[in-house]
């Protein structure tokens, strides 16, 4: 029989395709989530880089459990001093390059390119923008825009007019970037493209060119970010620091929220012309900036960088043999190249009946998502690799 919250979720709750993944969960926990007819699953993507501590830590849980007593939302973003924000957004900007001191709290991904896109346009008074193909920002119109795949934008268009799609770590890609661009922007690792990691050198060279060109660098770090790739953000592997950075998913420990920083100097431009010309009624939410400071705390107070290593480590020695092109990445932020689709969807599915959660990335099919929790014990990390490439040697 089928459950009242299934039939409602079939019925009423609006679809993003033909094939949800449709578990019905009671509760989650650490690496686990749990179903309500009574099945555990391991969650091996952490419900898509989310939650790199794990469901419901009990740092994060505390956190918000004890900023419930205190407020929910009081006003709109930016008028009143609430101190889970200017905590949270202190201790941030405390881990980031000098120029990196000023945080705008939003509630989403999409929401934190959103601003950093217009945040450019009014600093420069520039309205083009330099993309790459692959890329992956959001799903409203502006990051949309910006998102290197024509399948997703076509639908959709017209979009944002001015903006250029280059190759990503591809040399030509800065003739791109001229005195008319406002901004690049880019994820130093593509992560819905395919985990594609941008070549240092390509990197040093696209910022090199934007200081030329006066255009300033975005690098949406909302996957990458918060030691997933090993480093507090990936950038810090490259020596490369943007003008402005965008974050969201683990940010918060499973709450909603995005972030987009950048320097006092470039942020006088949301203050005036007019004033309030760039606000948000819930960002910031003090239950989520709660959270996202018990996280950070959390994350900085471990050696999360080990822990990330340690799963990139283990999965490179397990995910080899017949079937297996690559496994690319950084840290816990691994995609695991198969031969082929075919052989990448019986995989995926083998895994679920057998209780773990994996996925594919948004632009390709032959590639599975591998990103666990950070706090996953060895054996569970063990087992879960060997569970993958048991599967991945039966179907191919
Ligand atoms: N940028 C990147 C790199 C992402 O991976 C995502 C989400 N997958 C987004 C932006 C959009 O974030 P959100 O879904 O929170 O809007």
């Given at each position: 029989?089928?459950?009242?919250?299934?039939h409602?979720f079939?019925r009423?709750?609006a679809?993003?395709?033909?094939?949800?993944m449709?578990?019905?969960?009671?509760h989650?926990?650490?690496?686990?989530?749990?179903?309500?007819?009574g099945?555990?699953?391991?969650?091996?993507?952490?419900?898509i880089?989310?939650?790199?501590l794990?469901?419901?830590?009990?740092?994060?849980?505390?956190?918000?459990?004890?900023?419930?007593?205190?407020?929910?939302?009081?006003m709109?973003?930016?008028e009143f001093?609430?101190?889970?924000?200017?905590?949270?957004?202190?201790?941030?900007?405390?881990?980031?390059?000098?120029?990196?001191?000023?945080?705008?709290?939003?509630?989403?991904?999409?929401?934190?390119?959103?601003?950093?896109?217009?945040?450019?346009k009014?600093?420069?008074?520039?309205?083009?923008?330099?993309?790459?193909?692959?890329?992956?920002?959001?799903?409203?119109?502006?990051?949309?825009?910006v998102?290197?795949?024509?399948?997703?934008r076509?639908?959709y268009e017209?979009?944002?007019?001015?903006?250029t799609?280059?190759?990503?770590?591809?040399?030509?890609?800065?003739?791109?970037?001229h005195?008319?661009?406002a901004?690049?922007?880019?994820?130093?690792?593509?992560?819905?493209g395919?985990?594609?990691?941008?070549?240092?050198?390509?990197l040093?060279?696209?910022r090199?060119?934007?200081?030329?060109?006066?255009?300033?660098?975005?690098?949406?770090?909302?996957?990458?970010?918060?030691?997933?790739?090993g480093?507090?953000?990936?950038?810090?592997?490259?020596g490369v620091v943007?003008?402005?950075?965008?974050?969201?998913?683990?940010?918060?420990?499973?709450?909603?929220?995005g972030?987009?920083v950048?320097?006092?100097?470039?942020?006088?431009?949301?203050?005036?012309?007019?004033?309030?010309n760039?606000?948000?009624?819930f960002?910031?939410?003090?239950?989520s900036?709660a959270?996202?400071?018990a996280?950070l705390?959390?994350?900085?107070?471990?050696d999360f960088?080990?822990k990330a290593?340690?799963?990139?480590?283990?999965?490179?020695?397990?995910?080899?043999?017949?079937?297996?092109l690559?496994?690319r990445?950084r840290?816990?932020?691994?995609?695991?190249?198969?031969m082929?689709?075919?052989?990448?969807?019986?995989?995926?599915?083998d895994c679920?009946?057998?209780?773990?959660i994996?996925?594919w990335?948004l632009h390709?099919?032959?590639?599975?998502r591998?990103?666990?929790?950070?706090?996953?014990?060895?054996?569970?990390?063990?087992?879960?690799?060997?569970?993958?490439?048991q599967?991945v040697?039966?179907?191919c």
């Amino acid at each position: 029989m089928i459950s009242p919250d299934r039939h409602a979720f079939e019925r009423h709750i609006a679809q993003t395709s033909d094939l949800p993944m449709g578990l019905e969960i009671s509760h989650a926990g650490g690496c686990f989530i749990h179903t309500t007819d009574g099945r555990t699953f391991t969650d091996f993507i952490s419900g898509i880089a989310v939650s790199s501590l794990g469901h419901r830590h009990p740092e994060v849980v505390r956190a918000i459990q004890e900023q419930l007593d205190r407020h929910l939302h009081v006003m709109v973003y930016g008028e009143f001093i609430q101190a889970p924000q200017s905590r949270f957004a202190a201790l941030l900007c405390e881990q980031l390059p000098p120029n990196l001191d000023r945080v705008y709290l939003v509630n989403s991904g999409t929401e934190a390119n959103e601003g950093a896109l217009k945040l450019a346009k009014k600093y420069t008074g520039r309205h083009q923008f330099t993309a790459f193909h692959n890329s992956y920002h959001g799903d409203t119109h502006g990051s949309l825009s910006v998102t290197g795949r024509a399948v997703y934008r076509d639908p959709y268009e017209p979009l944002l007019p001015g903006v250029t799609f280059a190759g990503f770590n591809d040399p030509g890609a800065l003739e791109a970037i001229h005195t008319g661009t406002a901004a690049v922007i880019l994820e130093p690792i593509q992560g819905e493209g395919g985990i594609i990691p941008a070549e240092k050198e390509w990197l040093i060279s696209v910022r090199k060119r934007c200081d030329e060109t006066g255009s300033l660098l975005i690098f949406d770090e909302i996957q990458s970010g918060f030691f997933r790739t090993g480093t507090l953000f990936a950038f810090e592997q490259y020596g490369v620091v943007p003008d402005v950075l965008c974050l969201a998913k683990a940010m918060s420990g499973g709450m909603p929220m995005g972030a987009f920083v950048s320097s006092s100097e470039i942020f006088e431009v949301f203050k005036s012309d007019p004033p309030l010309n760039h606000v948000t009624t819930f960002g910031g939410h003090p239950l989520s900036s709660a959270a996202a400071f018990a996280n950070l705390n959390v994350l900085l107070g471990d050696d999360f960088a080990q822990k990330a290593a340690n799963i990139e480590h283990q999965a490179r020695e397990v995910l080899q043999g017949e079937g297996i092109l690559e496994v690319r990445g950084r840290g816990a932020m691994l995609g695991l190249q198969l031969m082929d689709s075919d052989l990448t969807r019986k995989v995926v599915q083998d895994c679920f009946e057998k209780g773990l959660i994996l996925g594919w990335t948004l632009h390709s099919n032959s590639l599975i998502r591998l990103a666990p929790p950070l706090i996953i014990e060895n054996d569970l990390l063990a087992k879960s690799l060997h569970l993958i490439k048991q599967a991945v040697t039966l179907h191919c």
